[in-house]
Structures are given as C-alpha cells and as structure tokens.
C-alpha cells in the first residue's frame, strides 16, 4: 500500500491527459502512485491510458456517476494512508506533494489539506476554483482568499503562510483515507459541484481541521468538464449551496437563513435575466424545486452539527459585502 494514492477522475478528458500525465508522473516520489477513475467515458481515453501508460491502475466505473459518487466508487477500490483527488486540467509543479504530507504526518487533526491553486494561463494569478483556500458566509455563499467573486488577485507572497480554511478545492483535495470514509466521502446526491464543501463541513463538524498549504503549488484551468457558462453548472450551485445549508447549518439557524437566501437567490435569477442570461434565470428556479423536492431526503442526512463550526463561517453577507460596500478582498480575517 502505497502512502499517497493522486486519483484522477476523468470523464472524455484525454486532451487533458495527453497534456498535464506526464508532468504528474514525473513529479511522484516512491511513496506515491497515480490512479484514473474513468466515468464511461465515450472519447478515446481508456485506449490512449492503456497504449501509452500501461502501468498505471484504472478503475472503469459502469456509468457516469458525477464528480461525487464516481469518486466515491473508485476510492472504495484505493488503499492508501492519503488521498489527493486531482483535477485532470492541472498542472503540478515538483515535490508539491512532500509539504502537505509533512503537514499531516505532523499533527493527526488536520484531516485535509488544500495547495496553492494558480491561474494556468495567467500563472502569476490565483485560479478562480479555491485560489489560497475557502471560506464561506453565514447564508452559504461560497469565497476565497485571492478570489473574491468576479476579483481574481495576483499572487505577491500576501497568502504564503499556512492557514486553517473553512474548506478546500475539490481540484486539488489531500484527504486522510480513514476520515474520508469515516464521514462518508462526497455526497453522491449532489452529482457534482459545492460537494466539497459540504464534505468540508462535515470534517469541521466532526472536530478535525483543514489547511491551506503554499508550498505546494499547482496550476489549474478550470472549467474542463463543465464552462463557467454553462446552464447546468448554474442549476447544479444553486441546488446544491441549498442541500449543504440544510445538511451542516444548527437548527436555529435554518429558518432565518433560508428566508434571506431565497430573496437573494431570486434577486440572483433577475439580475441574470437583465444580463441576458435566460437560460440561467430559469436555472435558479429550477434549482429551487430541486431543493424542494429533495428537502426530506437532505434532512435525513443531517448529522453531529458543531456550533464551533458554524462559528467560523464568516459571520456577515458576502453579496452585500462586494455589491453595495465594494469590497474586493478578504485576507483570512477581514474583508478590504
């Protein structure tokens, strides 16, 4: 059993493999390998894995099950004492890998461990998919340090210490093995997107913690699978920002929430609709009935919920923040 198992999850990405493979595997260390967890995909990928990389491990999985459970049913099949799941539109950079394991093996309560993600084709920026960690506001809305919505920073040092995050980028995720499979892993019902950050809550919840580690750094494109444009992506952020409230939020906090996340979901949906976004503005409403139809089914998932963890969401709004204040920047502690 190797320490660390890379899993790759591909889905008709062999551009992808053909560019960013052999980077990765020649920046893997003896205590390492590299596993691609294919989604039936329909382009040339299995052939080109097994004509020109025939040592490496696939798991085929029978259909395609999303980001979150096809990453649940090929990490069932890995032993490995760590987990690093790893975008195929990434670019690694040499011994990325050694600081975040340093960083476990020195201290058991650190469950995941995020790198620094830069911009592949701006490499002096942060990518927009987890920048130098994630946080995120009381109502549920999603940011970074070095990403503030539409406001990408370049990177200066200004982010080079190690940090506690409230969550960590499924494009680059180190994970204990144990822990993963402790909580559950991905929610398979979220299919893909915002499933790593309610798994991230469900680690805060149970107590352990997760960094952010700048001396390992990699370089992400973003958008392989799904563009930013794309409707469905929309759809799938807004549903699911809704499940992980509903799974992770104290239950004193529930109602209010949601009153005020409804308002400025609509609001959201209009403003797409002004912008000419009309697949978008009926995205959002579908998104709604979609929560409210799986609102039973994510009720039942509800766990241990930790105050402490609700505590270190940031305790203000993120969208008044940026929109009425113009604020731009948050370096961990405080919005500027």
Not at 65 to 90: H, M, P, T
Not at 288 to 315: D, Q, V
Request: hydrophobic share 40%.
């Amino acid at each position: 059993m190797k320490q660390l198992a890379i899993v790759i999850l591909n889905w008709n990405g062999k551009r992808f493999l053909e560019k960013f493979l052999p980077t990765l595997l020649a920046n893997c260390n003896e205590n390492s390998e590299v596993v691609i967890v294919d989604n039936a995909s329909t382009d040339d990928s299995i052939k080109f894995l097994t004509t020109n990389y025939p040592q490496l491990r696939i798991i085929i999985n029978d259909e395609n099950y999303g980001f979150a459970k096809g990453y649940n049913v090929g990490l069932r099949q890995i032993e490995a004492k760590y987990y690093c799941l790893l975008n195929s539109d990434i670019e690694v950079t040499p011994h990325w890998t050694e600081p975040v394991i340093a960083q476990m093996e020195a201290d058991e309560q650190i469950a995941a461990v995020q790198p620094k993600l830069l911009s592949y084709h701006n490499r002096t920026q942060f990518e927009y998919a987890g920048a130098a960690g994630g946080f995120i506001d009381k109502y549920g809305y999603p940011f970074c340090r070095g990403r503030f919505f539409d406001v990408l920073e370049e990177d200066k040092g200004q982010y080079d210490k190690e940090m506690r995050i409230f969550w960590a980028s499924g494009a680059a995720l180190f994970v204990r093995s144990d822990i993963y499979h402790q909580l559950g892993g991905l929610d398979d019902d979220f299919f893909a997107h915002m499933e790593e950050i309610d798994f991230c809550w469900r680690i805060n919840n149970a107590g352990y913690k997760i960094m952010f580690n700048p001396n390992a750094v990699v370089y992400h494109i973003g958008g392989g699978t799904l563009p930013k444009e794309n409707s469905f992506k929309t759809y799938l952020n807004y549903r699911n920002d809704l499940f992980l409230l509903l799974k992770n939020l104290p239950k004193r906090r529930l109602f209010i929430t949601f009153f005020i996340r409804f308002f400025l979901d609509i609001l959201a949906a209009f403003v797409f609709l002004m912008q000419g976004h009309k697949k978008d503005f009926t995205a959002v409403f579908r998104a709604m009935n979609a929560f409210r139809k799986g609102y039973r089914n994510m009720k039942r998932k509800r766990g241990h919920i930790s105050e402490e963890a609700f505590r270190m969401t940031y305790p203000h709004s993120i969208v008044f923040a940026r929109f009425i204040k113009r604020k731009k920047y948050f370096d961990g502690q405080k919005l500027t």
